[in-house]
């Protein structure tokens, strides 16, 4: 673990500032559309299109992520499900499995607590509530049910993307359109989590607590799930490395030479 941290810890900052800087960006654009006092919010009375101004936002925040060059230096995970499911295809070693998820938590952590501090009454206002992802009306199974489909079909898509030499360089794209699509049809279900950091993070802002267990076992579950069939039944081109912004050995790598990548198997 030491020596994992002595060599790779700017890879372990990324982590924290991928998902640092999503967490902030959720919280600020929802209390742009969803505090009463928001001229956004006034302009915009309909819930649905508030939506689905926030899921493109999202959109571009998540291509941000992926393809800065911070986000190519750690592979922008920003989620431990996500970061498990490299671990479990052998391109992330333990030791770094284990700071990636530890950074990704600090990173939502201190995200929220810091929108909690700048941004006061806003942000605590019910219509906000801190960002937090709670079950909706329809209850904790069916938050659980609709949280488990979408990971397992985003990690579906990403191992499908990353897996094809045509689309990995869009993966990125994909996942932030499909990140999109279930803000805008999801989140009535489970508030649209798929990452236990992200939850844990908003939550502890909030000081509320409800259903955060789902959100903790329905992605990491699903993603294993998906991760597992993957293997099972694809027989293609391999996984260059555990790059979201996608990566091939060589020149088109997006690390320089003398720098390692985030791709630690274990042999």
Not at 222 to 229: F, I, K, P, R
């Amino acid at each position: 673990m030491i020596v994992a941290w002595r060599r790779h810890w700017p890879h372990y900052v990324a982590e924290a500032l991928g998902l640092a800087f999503f967490i902030s960006c959720a919280s600020l654009l929802t209390v742009l559309l969803e505090h009463p006092a928001s001229p956004v919010r006034q302009a915009l009375p309909n819930e649905v299109v508030r939506r689905g101004l926030l899921g493109a936002a999202m959109l571009f925040v998540v291509v941000t992520i992926v393809y800065n060059p911070w986000g190519k230096r750690s592979g922008a995970h920003i989620n431990p499900a996500v970061t498990l499911a490299f671990w479990q295809l052998g391109k992330v070693r333990l030791p770094d499995a284990v700071w990636y998820v530890v950074a990704q938590f600090v990173g939502a952590i201190v995200a929220a607590q810091l929108m909690s501090l700048v941004l006061g009454p806003l942000y605590a206002h019910p219509a906000v509530k801190y960002a937090v992802t709670q079950p909706k009306p329809g209850g904790e199974a069916l938050a659980f049910a609709a949280e488990f489909i979408i990971s397992f079909l985003l990690m579906l898509v990403m191992l499908k993307a990353l897996h094809s030499s045509k689309l990995k360089k869009i993966t990125g794209w994909l996942l932030g359109g499909l990140i999109a699509l279930y803000i805008l049809i999801e989140t009535p279900y489970s508030g649209m989590s798929l990452n236990p950091a992200r939850s844990l993070g908003t939550a502890l802002a909030a000081n509320s607590y409800h259903g955060l267990w789902l959100y903790w076992v329905a992605p990491p579950l699903a993603m294993w799930l998906a991760t597992v069939l993957f293997r099972r039944f694809y027989h293609g081109e391999d996984l260059d490395c555990a790059i979201l912004a996608g990566c091939g050995p060589g020149t088109s790598s997006p690390h320089s030479p003398e720098e390692e990548p985030p791709q630690y198997p274990d042999e």
